[in-house]
């Protein structure tokens, strides 16, 4: 299963990178025709970096997640190993239930939404709202699995 969730997160960064890569070409059209006349203003443009730019937050707060990345607050002061882990364990649990919140509520967000079609690209709506449920569901394996080796690491730390 690691190897899995491993290679899963390495396609993650991969499609990350190509998501901001294809962000640019929408917003440099965007740019370019609102201060010069050599390209007409396209509608499609600003609906498409909007459409990229959600893809872009939920897969990258997948990645933050994977790696240990997302929002963190110190606000004790610096406790033994086996605390600390147990702390990040515990923290790691409200995350679980957010996850789980962002699942649930992504797959009815998605159905609402899965016989419509955007505005300007004409494109169905399910493209763009399957995100949330698809990225709940890794934060929930991504977790789970980290807070399983966490409590594998526990017994061998004072």
């Known amino acids: ?9 390495r396609f993650l960064i991969w499609i990350l990178a190509v998501t901001v890569v294809l962000l640019m070409v929408p917003v440099s059209l965007q740019i370019f025709s ?10 499609w443009t600003e609906e498409m970096s909007r459409f ?22 110190d ?9 600390s882990l147990l702390l990040k364990m515990v923290s790691n649990l409200f995350v679980i239930a ?3 919140v962002v699942l ?7 159905q609402f939404g899965w016989n419509q079609s955007s505005e300007l690209a ?10 949330w449920p698809l990225c709940g569901a890794l934060w929930l394996a991504f977790l789970i ?3 399983l080796r966490d409590m594998r690491r526990l017994p061998s730390i004072s």
């Open 1 to 9: 299963m690691q190897k899995f969730l491993d290679g899963i997160h």
């Open 34 to 43: 609102r201060f010069t006349e050599l390209i007409p203003r396209y509608m």
């Open 52 to 73: 990229m730019f959600i893809w872009m937050v939920m897969i990258g707060a997948t990645v933050g997640v994977r790696e240990g990345l997302h929002f963190d607050v």
């Open 75 to 83: 606000v004790w002061p610096s406790l033994q190993p086996r605390a």
């Open 98 to 100: 957010f996850a789980a």
């Open 104 to 110: 649930y509520w992504g797959i009815e967000f998605t």
């Open 122 to 131: 004409d494109m169905p709506m399910w493209w763009i709202f399957i995100a």
């Open 145 to 147: 699995d980290g807070t």
